[in-house]
């Protein structure tokens, strides 16, 4: 009478265990479902993500032509007034394509080129006739102000550019050489004052009639002083030797 009734209720306890084993793999197969629908779907919205942003521009976005015809899309600054006079410039700077290009030292964004606008009329021309240079910012150089409420007028606009990559790298930086260049303060009269391992400082007097570099050049540390009514050269002295005293 025992051993049926014991048979009978290992029977049902295996019915039972077979029962749930079959309701946990239906359980297990619902969740990948769900887990691999999750998967498709994060896929599909990075997918369309991407090409979002790829076609995304910026509301401030310009196409240029290179000089070999290619289109290039940059993105303007903000207008800046130059001190004292009516003028005007933006800075056209680039766009960055998430590729490593040029150096991390400059940033995802570099300034290429600058648009002048001049007088009541807005005539326009840029600073160069190539966005192929690194161009860091514009300084505007001014005499010391007369009165406190009154504007100090820029006597000259300074540039700091890198324009070829002189360390044989493979991309533009800081490490490469950088010219400095001097224009009126509507942007004419473009004059290169020199080509240096670095411009380490730069002041301009007082009355604005004179410009002192404070430069490195060929292993050395040199101090210049150019006019800024003709950009012209007016002294120049070696101070120390790199790893000398001066």
């Known amino acids: 009478f025992l051993l049926p009734r014991w048979r009978r209720m290992v029977h049902r306890k295996k019915d039972e265990l077979m029962e749930q084993s079959r309701i946990f ?71 960055s394509s998430g590729k490593r290009l040029y150096s991390s030292s400059y940033g995802s964004s570099h300034t290429k080129n600058v648009l002048f606008l001049v007088g009541p009329e807005l005539a326009a021309h840029w600073l160069y006739d190539t966005e192929d240079y690194h161009i860091n910012g514009v300084q505007q150089l001014t005499m010391q102000k007369k009165h406190a409420d009154t504007e ?59 410009l002192t570099l404070l430069v490195r050049k060929g292993g050395a540390i040199f101090v210049e002083q150019y006019g800024l009514i003709d950009f012209n050269k007016i002294a120049e002295k070696m101070l120390t030797r790199i790893g000398e005293k001066v």
């Open 25 to 95: 793999q239906w359980i297990a197969r619902v969740n990948a479902i769900i887990f691999l629908i999750i998967l498709v779907t994060a896929a599909v919205m990075l997918a369309m993500s991407m090409l979002q942003t790829s076609d995304w521009q910026p509301q401030d976005a310009v196409v240029v032509k290179d000089a070999e015809e290619e289109q290039k899309v940059m993105r303007l600054g903000d207008l800046v007034p130059v001190a004292g006079h009516d003028v005007q410039y933006v800075e056209l700077r680039s766009i």
């Open 152 to 210: 100090a007028p820029a006597v000259a606009l300074l540039y700091q550019v890198i324009k070829e990559d002189s360390n044989g790298d493979g991309e533009l930086s800081w490490q490469d050489q950088v010219t400095v260049a001097l224009t009126k303060p509507d942007g004419n009269g473009y004059v290169e004052l020199g080509q240096f391992d670095a411009l380490i400082s730069h002041e301009a007097d007082k009355k604005g009639e004179h």
